[in-house]
């Protein structure tokens, strides 16, 4: 398990905003939880107020998969480049549902994905991210308000 | 001008989680962009999944006085108990604002304002917050990613 501090995420969150500048986001959706404090900091970065939150929850079906469940509406009438912003893209179940969901009810816009961390198994490659996951991440906003 | 760092507001971000256990909020709406930080925070230290956000925008209308256009939609009918999350109550416009929104669009539910800092001018006391602002505050997301 590695410990994921406040300077080391200053220090990619500070990568990310260079990395995703040549996509000029207009907006950004955050995954919550895990998105949050990074679709903060790419905001203030990157200058962009228009910022808006998504989140998942997976359900048991009784069959053999899960479902995702999307809660959150994004109103992305007005934009034509949409960031979204998680911390990690693990299995990628979330960001891939997410993907789907935000690009089907918005077909006039393009949407990329930014993440700190990424798995090489994960059925979403981001667009713009970091660091692979080789351990599991002790993210600090998961360990240092407990 | 004072410097908020990630520590000073680790430390506050866990006061503000002690004080408001009392409260139990099922849901916390995030004041964006201001109070996403702390929102995810607060979300972690209490167990909380459920996080949406809400934006504000101040227009000029010609007149006198400023509108404040609300953007965001936040799904809180399944929720009796929600906790409002922005970084300061300031001039106390915004929270203000949010608040009769969120209200009259849910008169089922109990709404409860935290912040980090006050301002004890704000025209809205927050319900649980931490520190008076007596100086301009330079939060962490304001300068550590620009």
Redesign the interface.
């Known amino acids: 398990m590695i410990y994921y501090s406040?300077e080391n995420f200053?220090n990619d969150?500070?990568k990310l905003?260079d990395e995703v500048r040549s996509f000029d986001p207009e907006v950004i959706v955050?995954v919550?939880?895990g998105g949050?404090?990074l679709?903060?900091?790419?905001?203030?970065?990157l200058g962009i107020?228009?910022?808006?939150?998504i989140?998942t929850?997976l359900y048991d079906n009784d069959q053999k998969r899960d479902n995702i469940c999307i809660?959150?509406?994004c109103?992305l009438l007005s934009h034509k480049r949409v960031l979204i912003v998680d911390d990690i893209a693990d299995s990628g179940d979330t960001l891939d549902a997410i993907m789907k969901h935000l690009q089907g009810d918005n077909p006039h816009a393009e949407f990329k994905t930014a993440t700190l961390f990424y798995k090489k198994t994960s059925i979403h490659q981001p667009d713009f991210t970091v660091n692979e996951a080789l351990d599991w991440i002790d993210f600090f906003?998961?360990r240092?308000?407990?």
């Open positions: 406040y200053k969150a500070r905003i955050a919550a939880r949050l404090t679709a903060h900091a790419m905001a203030e970065g107020r228009a910022v808006e939150s989140r929850e809660y959150g509406e109103d906003w998961d240092d308000f407990k």
